[in-house]
């Protein structure tokens, strides 16, 4: 049975409950910046052919590097619910435990690397509605990741870019799911060895 928490306690679980999403993105935050101004940067310029090759290559180390973000947190989230729910049991005074704080939830997979891309949704809305040569410069060599893989074509609205942030989501999401799930096997297969370790003894 769930334990009803106060006003106070459901406010104290909102503001950890944000920190520990902002925590989780904010390595694929670095890691698209770090790319957009890298990598993808090399898409504004050259022979059409190197482009698109730079830009496939940059695409497959973005998606390789959310995946592994993705399935990291769905070990640590995994291994903060296991923890945490021996808490509970022993009846501890731990808040973190009491509030679930920081704990698997799918939706978490879908909504931490959303997060990640609030920087870019914001830059592409204004630059779609009211185009500027600051969004252009931004989306160019930030957020190449989603203005390139359109940009050889001709007359469409920037605001199709924002489509290139739901298989980013989904791709985290999917690593997140597949990292709890694996986390999970673990120490089910480590709390299975200990006791069989703990009845030999006994023996």
């Not at 406010?11 to 920190?19: R, S």
């Not at 640590?76 to 049991?89: D, P």
């Not at 739901?166 to 006791?195: N, T, W």
Request: hydrophobic share 50%.
């Amino acid at each position: 049975m769930e334990l009803q928490l106060t006003k106070e306690e459901k406010n104290k679980k909102f503001w950890l409950e944000l920190k520990d999403l902002l925590a989780g993105a904010a390595f694929p935050v670095m890691l698209m910046l770090i790319f957009g101004a890298s990598i993808l940067s090399f898409c504004s310029a050259g022979e059409v052919p190197i482009r698109i090759l730079v830009l496939v290559i940059g695409e497959i180390m973005l998606a390789v590097a959310y995946f592994v973000f993705g399935r990291q947190n769905g070990v640590v989230a995994m291994r903060k619910t296991l923890s945490q729910s021996k808490k509970r049991e022993a009846f501890s005074d731990d808040l973190k435990s009491r509030l679930h704080t920081g704990e698997y939830a799918v939706w978490k997979g879908f909504v931490i690397p959303l997060i990640s891309c609030v920087p870019f949704i914001i830059f592409q809305i204004i630059g779609a509605a009211a185009p500027n040569t600051v969004c252009e410069f931004l989306l160019k060599y930030c957020f190449g990741w989603a203005f390139y893989p359109l940009s050889f074509i001709e007359g469409v609205s920037g605001f199709v870019n924002l489509v290139w942030v739901v298989p980013l989501c989904c791709l985290h999401a999917g690593a997140y799911v597949l990292g709890a799930a694996q986390e999970k096997k673990r120490q089910s297969e480590i709390s299975q060895a200990q006791d069989v370790k703990g009845k030999k003894k006994k023996k």
